[in-house]
């Protein structure tokens, strides 16, 4: 069980071990060294990227494996415009055009205006990009990093870090998510048996 071994520790020690664990993985760290020079508003490297790095670092998978893509939030509420989110969008691509898989970037901002069409659920304006996190459909996958210039790393994870560290995917029921949690968990499996996914 050694892939348990951060499992029920407290906070400081979680966050010094996946702080280690994302500063072992040379593709997340270019992404993050990136965006700190690039410096965009509130912005964070968030789901995938961190909790699948964490759960191939501790069963011995390779660094990337059932990384599809690196979801990148930021929170710009000065131009709620298409065009300006797309402008950060074609940066970010061509910054990152040389990595394995592509940089998914998205303004926290402007979620609301797409999100009732493309999830069904009504959505109110968010006020920064940890809310957003909040509202994932599974606890487990509320996590983002981020760097300052100077290279120090901040962990945003509003519901902790322990279930990450348990390979336990947690419903949270703030939305009407059951869909996307099912859905992310059977697909999670396929890559991490070792993970428990707690039914809705």
């Known amino acids: 069980m050694k892939h348990l071994k951060y499992s029920g520790l407290n906070a400081q020690f979680q966050n010094e071990a996946l702080e280690g664990i994302v500063r072992s993985e040379p593709v997340l760290m270019e992404v993050l060294r990136g965006l700190a020079e690039l410096d965009l508003p509130d912005w964070l490297l968030v789901s995938g990227a961190i909790y699948n790095t964490v759960w191939n670092h501790l069963t011995g998978r390779s660094g990337m494996t059932g990384v599809n893509d690196l979801d990148v939030f930021y929170f710009d509420d000065s131009d709620l415009s298409y065009e300006a989110e797309d402008k950060y969008i074609q940066q970010v691509g061509a910054l990152f055009a040389q990595l394995p898989v592509p ?41 983002g990093v981020r760097l300052d210039i100077e290279g120090h790393m901040d962990i945003v994870a509003p519901f902790g870090l322990d279930d990450v560290f348990s390979f336990r995917i947690v419903p949270n029921h703030v939305l009407n998510n059951r869909a996307a949690h099912e859905k992310k968990g059977a697909r999670a499996l396929e890559h991490w048996p070792e993970l428990t996914v707690l039914p809705w």
């Open 103 to 143: 940089v998914e970037l998205r303004n926290q901002a402007r979620v609301h205006l797409w999100a009732p069409e493309k999830f069904g659920n009504s959505f109110e304006p968010l006020n920064s990009s940890k809310e957003m996190l909040e509202k994932f459909a599974s606890k487990t996958h509320a996590v």
